[in-house]
């Protein structure tokens, strides 16, 4: 069966393949669960480790669900500020102005991006290969893993020449984008 291509708002997105959500999950968890930062934000929600915080964390996608592709970037530094910024309750409260999301090219000029560290941090060493993931939603493509990686795409310094790889996991998402994350705890195992 031949895998329909999603439109998006993007122009330098290159269909590579089909991919299951457990393959996009895997990848998410070797980039971000060995980071003492995040550990700190699972423990202070209840959850025991990265992947029962992550999976409660995308749980409103039913991303299980979804049929995902992966995409080459070709262009991220082009790209990536056309992108939306993950639907989140603490992005939603610290830069959206209270909107689900908005355009990274919107963003990048606020404190919570130009002042960030660990973006600063990416900047400085961005990895070889990297892997966004996100839905489409009414042809826009909407961050659901990968903010900080992006920000630092979309406010990379142009004289700085960028050689990193980017792919993109990507799902078509026909209802409304609902607000992931939060400050929430897990129900007492006791």
């Known amino acids: ?4 291509v999603l439109k998006t708002n993007l122009e330098s997105l290159k269909y590579l393949r089909f991919i299951s959500w457990g393959e996009v999950f895997d ?5 971000e669960a060995w980071q003492e930062l995040w550990k700190a934000h699972w423990t ?25 592709q992966l995409y080459h970037l070709t262009h991220p530094l082009a790209d990536s500020p056309l992108l939306y ?37 990416i900047q ?6 990297t892997q966004l993931t996100g839905i489409v939603h ?25 050689a990193g790889k980017v792919t993109l996991a990507l799902a078509e998402w026909t209802e409304a984008v609902p607000a992931l994350g939060g400050n929430y705890k897990m129900p007492s195992r006791e």
């Open 1 to 4: 069966m031949k895998q329909k």
């Open 44 to 68: 202070e929600r209840g959850f025991e480790s990265w992947d029962e915080w992550r999976h409660a964390y995308a749980k409103p996608l039913h991303p299980e669900a979804l049929d995902w």
């Open 27 to 31: 990848t998410w968890r070797e980039l």
């Open 85 to 121: 910024g993950t639907p989140t309750t603490g992005w939603i409260k610290k830069a959206y102005q209270g909107k689900i999301t908005k355009q990274l090219k919107d963003l990048v000029r606020l404190p919570i991006i130009s002042q960030n560290e660990k973006i600063r941090d």
């Open 124 to 129: 400085r060493a961005f990895p070889e290969e």
């Open 138 to 162: 009414n042809g826009n493509v909407i961050l659901i893993e990968g903010m900080h990686r992006a920000a630092a795409l979309a406010s990379w310094n142009s004289d700085i020449p960028f």
